[in-house]
């Protein structure tokens, strides 16, 4: 295989020899335990385009005191805040109740934390409070972004609820569907005068959105008729994304070390949109052809070299799904990117491929290279894989690790009130927030799929 990178940070290349670059084809037909929850909450979601428009966030508070023995989940955010110093203080009565916090607030994927501190509120608006939550999972795009909440619900709680702020059921065939009094088909009416953050479904705009409501999620939209597919999909009249071979495989490969304590997806247009991305190398050409001091000539002559040297990479192969998550095993922090193939050669292309651009990417956004950003962050520990499944998809999974800090140490790194001294370890999930934050700023050209010869095309046009 041809391999021109310039190897521009040696330490984390060295890094990368030592824990090895694992490309390895290893069966993986068996359900994780795992997995077992994320796939739950996608047998809820149609395997339909409207689904698939945005980034699929999913958070799981519970698995936090699974994945961090010791950390005491909070119930009251009103009662959490009046705490003590001496109470939080480790060895106080409430110093598990502060690390559960502070691992909440950097491993969480939840669209809801801005309204946290109206969330003993909620119990008035829809009958529980966001720390009864068990699971969040949103899809979709807005206005019409879908949300479900996972808990073992008081239904007589959260009827009685919806009723006293005009929500009725509409008596729907496929299960409780309640409505407000404008009725089903006009949830995404906005109404700024009856904005209510204590109202999770859309209450921040002053929808009144449908809810279809169980025994153990209440699921919402603004859109009835993604409600109604959501309610297909349950009955067994749609596909769920939990059926498709794609999520089952990329999601059972990254789910064998420990508890998922959030996942972001991302599929169809997103996933397009990340992989057409122009950005590999090319930082130095961008600030050439834009400075006004060049003549013509001079960028003509720098733009030919630039082709000629700077754009000679070995091209990552399109992918059909892109996974990040973070987990937990009892040692180690650990953040998975998983991409999917639909056989092994193009897998085991990306397990090369993508160790190499982890060091050598030059970001458009901060203009420093993605290794160094990795280094800073501990993220030494970082290998790539090959599963697959028999007859199925094949998954390139990069797996980045970093020391898992006891709570102390936890809360010690995540105090921004004091100096923390140097410790060997970094604040859960510091790789994970890396890559979203790449993501949100489209700084993902080392994730591009463009060949040199397109890649030319599109900078010469």
């Given at each position: 295989?041809?391999?021109?990178?310039?190897?521009?940070?040696?330490?984390?290349?060295?890094?990368?020899?030592?824990?090895?670059?694992?490309?390895?084809?290893?069966?993986n037909t068996d359900d994780s335990p795992y997995a077992k929850p994320l796939l739950e909450m996608l047998a809820l979601v149609p395997d339909i385009p409207d689904s698939l428009t945005d980034f699929i966030y999913y958070t799981d508070q519970s698995a936090i005191a699974l994945a961090y023995p010791g950390a005491q989940p909070i119930t009251s955010f009103r009662d959490f805040r009046d705490r003590s110093e001496d109470e939080q203080a480790p060895g106080g009565a409430y110093f598990e109740e502060l690390a559960w916090w502070r691992i909440f607030m950097n491993t969480s994927n939840s669209l809801l934390q801005q309204y946290l501190s109206e969330s003993?509120?909620?119990?008035?608006?829809?009958?529980?409070?966001?720390?009864?939550?068990?699971?969040?999972?949103?899809?979709?795009?807005?206005?019409?972004?879908?949300?479900?909440?996972?808990?073992?619900?008081?239904?007589?709680?959260?009827?009685?609820?919806?009723?006293?702020?005009g929500y009725s059921d509409a008596n729907a065939p496929d299960g409780e569907l309640w409505c407000g009094e404008i009725g089903c088909e006009n949830?995404?009416?906005?109404?700024?005068?009856?904005?209510?953050?204590?109202?999770?479904?859309?209450?921040?705009?002053?929808?009144?959105?449908?809810?279809?409501?169980?025994?153990?999620?209440?699921?919402?939209?603004p859109v009835l008729p993604l409600v109604q597919a959501h309610q297909d999909t349950v009955n067994g009249e749609r596909e769920s994304l939990a059926q498709n071979p794609d999520y089952i495989a990329a999601i059972n490969a990254i789910g064998q070390e420990g508890p998922l304590l959030r996942a972001t997806i991302l599929d169809d247009e997103v996933l397009l949109g990340v992989a057409a991305d122009p950005g590999l190398n090319i930082l130095a050409l961008f600030d050439a052809v834009q400075s006004p001091s060049m003549t013509p000539e001079e960028r003509d002559a720098l733009l030919e070299r630039l082709f000629n040297d700077g754009l000679d990479f070995e091209p990552l192969p399109l992918y059909d799904l892109m996974l990040f998550a973070d987990t937990a095993t009892g040692e180690q922090h650990v953040t998975y990117m998983a991409l999917v193939y639909q056989n092994v050669e193009d897998a085991e292309i990306a397990a090369e491929v993508i160790p190499e651009r982890l060091n050598t990417y030059n970001s458009m956004r901060t203009r420093r290279l993605f290794g160094e950003m990795l280094e800073e962050r501990l993220q030494n520990d970082i290998t790539t894989s090959v599963v697959t499944t028999e007859?199925?998809?094949?998954?390139?999974?990069?797996?980045?690790?970093?020391?898992?800090?006891?709570?102390?140490?936890?809360?010690?790194?995540?105090?921004?009130?004091?100096?923390?001294?140097?410790?060997?370890?970094?604040?859960?999930?510091?790789g994970f927030r890396l890559f979203m934050d790449m993501l949100f700023s489209r700084d993902t050209g080392w994730l591009s799929v463009l060949t040199p010869e397109a890649l030319q095309e599109q900078l010469e046009d």
């Open positions: 295989m041809k391999r021109n990178i310039r190897l521009i940070l040696p330490l984390l290349l060295v890094c990368l020899l030592l824990n090895g670059v694992l490309i390895h084809a290893q069966d003993d509120e909620w119990a008035e608006s829809v009958g529980f409070t966001y720390f009864d939550l068990n699971r969040e999972l949103y899809y979709g795009a807005p206005p019409g972004q879908s949300m479900i909440l996972q808990s073992n619900f008081d239904l007589d709680s959260v009827r009685e609820a919806f009723t006293n702020n949830g995404n009416e906005v109404n700024p005068i009856e904005r209510d953050v204590t109202n999770p479904f859309g209450g921040h705009l002053g929808r009144q959105q449908p809810r279809v409501i169980t025994d153990n999620y209440i699921m919402s939209s007859d199925g998809p094949a998954v390139m999974v990069l797996r980045m690790g970093t020391p898992q800090g006891t709570l102390e140490e936890i809360v010690m790194r995540t105090d921004l009130t004091t100096n923390s001294p140097e410790m060997d370890i970094t604040f859960p999930g510091a």
